[in-house]
């Protein structure tokens, strides 16, 4: 049960804190909607989506109004479109057909974003997967709210280099075909290592084969709610500390969880995780880099923020496990640059760039996650990023996942306006030595030897 003290404090937390649940995902499997026809399976899927998520956003206001917690965003993931559409899609632009009639149904039903225009391709990719990563960058000019992925690697099979080296150049396509807009196609795409199935963020989210045939997972944030929190505690020892993250990570769970619960009985859709990352957003104090400043670095970026950072990371797992019973999807820190201004502010001031934020992602929950950079970047030098990334996911056992954004006709010093929670950022500097002979190498990575556990 959920007692008084508990709405008090919830109360003030939204009022003054910045406290949110950032997303309500209802999750759909799309298995059963498999057709050899394009014109069939579209129909299949629009019915499906439309009779599973039509009362999604109408209930998730319901909640809003009803208990005071602001519930940001509503949004579906369905499963990953190349397993979906391999039997009907002979060709790339079928693949961009499906994905308007995803954006179009997604409008219908009032959603600001569908996950899963996906492939999973850690091991190998097979011809349905390569004709959806190619429709990539025309399936994110040509809509707005569909969201893509590609998850390249995994602890277990090692990392695909081939589909490295093709997302490389799909990244730099995306940013190419929405150069007129900052390139924000390229902030709709997601590559990964260790891809989750339950994952309600996007733009990374899809509806992994494990799940059930719908299933609702919840977004929980709150770094405003931490920073206000450590305001209390500066100066003491670290035992000190991590108490107080711990205790309000359980606080903030809590309020996912009873969303989660509430919209379970109310849509009759099973409860499936809530994740309890702290995802930051453009606002003022609501920023994970300003948590890391409060702990006592003078800035983001400054020695000991991999440290602050993987305290932060664990005490909010620590905290979170404690107040549902299913956690789940990344749970822990995002280190978005152009979501979070106290990221912004650092990668201005000179103390934060792209090797140190590598680093802290050994750490936290993501990984390079929207960085701006140079229009110019050879797809190569993306593709070499991209490698490394999914090189700390492979060897720590963790997800990781590059959002990167070249950004057509700007360079460092310039800015990139995206918009509503994916911000601004300004573009950071890239090395300048080439990669062009490793990723150009064929095959794979092989899986490190701690993969081999049965």
Known sequence: MISIREVAETNAMIERENLDVRTITMGISLLDCVSPDLQELKERIRSKI?????????????????????????????????????????TSDDFVELALMLDDVAGEVGVNFLGGFSALVSKGMTPSDELLIRAIPQALARTER??????????????????????????????????????????????????????????????GVTE???????????????????????????????????????????????VAKEASERLGVPFGIVDLSLAPTPAIGDSVADILCEMGLESAGAPGTTAALALLNDQVKKGGIMASSYVGGLSGAFIPVSEDQGMIDAVRRGSLTIEKLEAMTCVCSVGLDMIAVPGDVKDTTIAGIIADEMAIGMINQKTTAVRIIPVIGKTVGEEASFGGLLGYAPIMPVSRFSCDEFVNRRGRIPAPVHSFKN
């Open 50 to 90: 439309y009779e599973s998520a039509k009362d999604l956003v109408r209930t998730g206001e319901e909640i809003s109004r009803d208990y005071g917690i602001p519930i940001v965003n509503k949004r579906i993931s369905v499963t990953p479109i190349a397993l979906v559409g391999g039997a009907a899609c002979r």
């Open 146 to 207: 569909v969201c893509a992925s590609v998850n390249v690697g995994s602890t277990r099979t090692g990392i695909n280099m081939d589909a490295v080296r093709l997302m490389g150049t799909i990244v730099k396509e995306a940013a190419l075909q929405t150069a007129d807009r900052d390139s924000i196609g390229a902030t709709k795409l997601v590559v990964f290592c260790n891809a989750p199935d339950d994952n309600p963020f996007m733009a990374g989210a899809f509806h």
């Open 212 to 258: 059930a045939d719908r299933i609702l997972n919840i977004g929980v944030s709150g770094p405003g709610v931490v920073k206000t929190a450590l305001e209390s505690v500066r100066g003491a020892d670290f035992e000190t500390l991590c108490e107080c993250v711990k205790k309000t990570a359980f606080k903030v769970t809590r309020v996912g969880q009873l």
